[in-house]
Each structure stands twice: as structure tokens, then as C-alpha cells.
């Protein structure tokens, strides 16, 4: 079983910045497509950001101008940057390396933006 490890969850005041890690084995950064998802209680999973393996990234309407995905290859590890934190963002974030049919998971972490 491929295990997606996150790190970096917590409590973070409206208007601060959290970064999140992913270590993933190096097959899994080197392949596939990796992806930011996060999800309230009670709402939809929802795919907030997106590094493909040319380099391109895509974000959420949501999230955009505020969060920020990368790699750091050497270290297979994926990064979101969330900057101007606000209550709606937060959730429980799991990271995720796709490719074709083929969906890797990490067991999530907890972002909660109170005051």
C-alpha cells in the first residue's frame, strides 16, 4: 500500500499563512499528476490545487492568488502555500498523485482558521 504522508495542519488566525507537506516515494512526484484536495463536513470534496508534471499549475477560483502548490524534487515532497487564510478555508486537506485511473492518497490533515 502507497502511503502519502501530510504534515503541517493546525490552527491559524483569519489573515495568516500555513504551509502543508506531502512526502510521497519518488515514483509517485516522478509520475503522476499531484493534486491539493480539501473537504468541510458537510460539503463536496473539492480539488483546490493542481501540479501536473510539465510544470503547470491550476487552482481553485477559491484559492487563487492565495495558495501556491510545488514539489521539491530531491526531497518527493509536494508543498501548499495557503496565504490570507480565511475561515471558509477551513477543512481537512489530503494530498494526491493521479495517474490515469490510478489515485494515491495521504490520510489528511486538519486546517482550522479561527480566531
Known amino acids: 500500500q502507497v502511503q502519502l504522508v501530510e504534515s503541517g495542519g493546525g490552527l491559524v488566525q483569519p489573515g495568516g499563512s500555513l504551509t502543508l507537506s506531502c512526502e510521497a516515494p519518488?515514483?509517485?512526484?516522478?509520475?503522476?499528476?499531484m493534486n491539493w484536495y480539501r473537504q468541510a463536513p458537510g460539503k463536496e470534496r473539492e480539488l483546490v490545487a493542481t501540479?501536473?508534471?510539465?510544470?503547470?499549475?491550476n487552482y481553485a477560483d477559491s484559492v487563487k492568488g492565495r495558495f501556491f502548490i510545488s514539489k521539491d524534487s530531491a526531497k518527493s515532497t509536494v508543498y501548499l502555500q495557503m496565504n490570507s487564510l480565511r475561515p471558509e478555508d477551513t477543512a481537512v486537506y489530503y494530498c494526491n498523485g493521479a495517474f490515469g485511473g490510478n489515485d494515491v492518497w495521504g490520510q489528511g490533515t486538519q486546517v482550522t482558521v479561527s480566531s
Open positions: 501540479l501536473a508534471l510539465g510544470g503547470t499549475t
Open positions: 519518488r515514483i509517485i512526484t516522478s509520475i503522476y499528476t
